[in-house]
């Protein structure tokens, strides 16, 4: 399918809203309900449970997104469904009453991510339908990263408007706006993706015997390798975001400063997007995306280098840091949907929504357990982020906020470089699955 420019940035437009819910649910819901009376055990008890239930229903809506079947067509008909449950689930967790009750916020949270899921899965797996050429694809997947980092940095910097006023915001009050935003956006932006995009036609096509399929998809080499390099990006992305405002606080005494770099992340993402796209046309998808994980390395292994209050050196740092930003997803996206035509070789299957909620689920995997890891090594240290830190304390901090996203981001990039997927492999996929249709 040929795609203007306009037709693209209208259906890629939902990943701005979805992409904007992503940073509340870090830095503004968790205090918010901690203020509204709830302990922080049971705030981070629930946040940390739900997201659990995130993951765990990440591969069951992937297989029921692959199993509608309307004459509307799978993608869009749970796209639909979806935008209801989770505008429901934004309202109710952005806007609680005057005191919040630890089941309300649970069944709250849940709504919310079940709409979230599900929305997220189908307009992703929609994406990868609309091509199948090798690098349309990475112009698709650019396209939607880029609209997505946008919304990020937009839901961002709402609160950044408020303190340049000199509004006095509560949390209550920048939930609400953030809450708002996506409210008021996310039937606008749906409407934008269904009456722009027609949903390629479903292929008529024998389902394969589930142990067949299993088989194929266990010995599927490129699958496992991108799951895997997926996970390693998804724990490094992960460590630097958690410490994030311990280092530049605690370790270079930039408190300030800490939203600052923060918004530059997303910026930076934001403009590399169409410059690994263009990369990846050139040397291919799987080199440009080792390409920009080792250019994210010099950051985090420079980073043990910077002194405290060293804002330039700081801030170009974070450029090498944020290359991954803007480069990894799109590109992990774009060469999923060319293992997808491998699986579909083996099996006959068409299961784009599965093999999306995979790649979801290790990203997520790597966020959760990033936390888990570099939380007790900091501890082990002896950081304490309200004390003081004596200079043994803080060379601790450097040595594994440098070293461990590093090493993690070296292991990607071997994994990548040896990609068994490249443009004429695909080419050849894509010849052999039209032959048999």
Known sequence: ??????????????????????LPIIIILPPLYAELGLSLTVVGSIFMLTRFFDVATDPVFGVLGDRINTRWGRRRTALVVSVPVLLLGVYLVFFPGESASATGLLVALLIMYVGWTMFSLSHTAWASELSTDYDVRSRIMGTVQFLGLLGALTVLALPTILDLLAIDASMRDRAAIMGAFVLLSLPLVSGAALFSTPEPPRRQHEHAHWREALRAFVQNRPLRRLLLADLLCGIQGGINGAVHFFFIGNVLAMPEHATTFLVQLFLVGLLVVPVFVRLSYKIGKHQALAIAVLTTSIGTAGIFFVPPESFWLTFVIYIFIATNTGAREFLMRSIMADVIDQDRLETGEYRSALYYSMLTLTAKIGLAASVGIIYPMLDM???DPNGVNDEATITGVRILVATSPTVLLFITAAIMFRFPLDRQSQMALRAELETRR
Not at 1 to 22: D, Q, V
């Open 381 to 383: 240290v002896g950081f």
């Open 1 to 22: 399918m040929n795609l203007s420019m306009s037709r693209l940035i209208a259906f890629s437009s939902p990943s701005a809203t979805i992409a904007a819910l992503g």
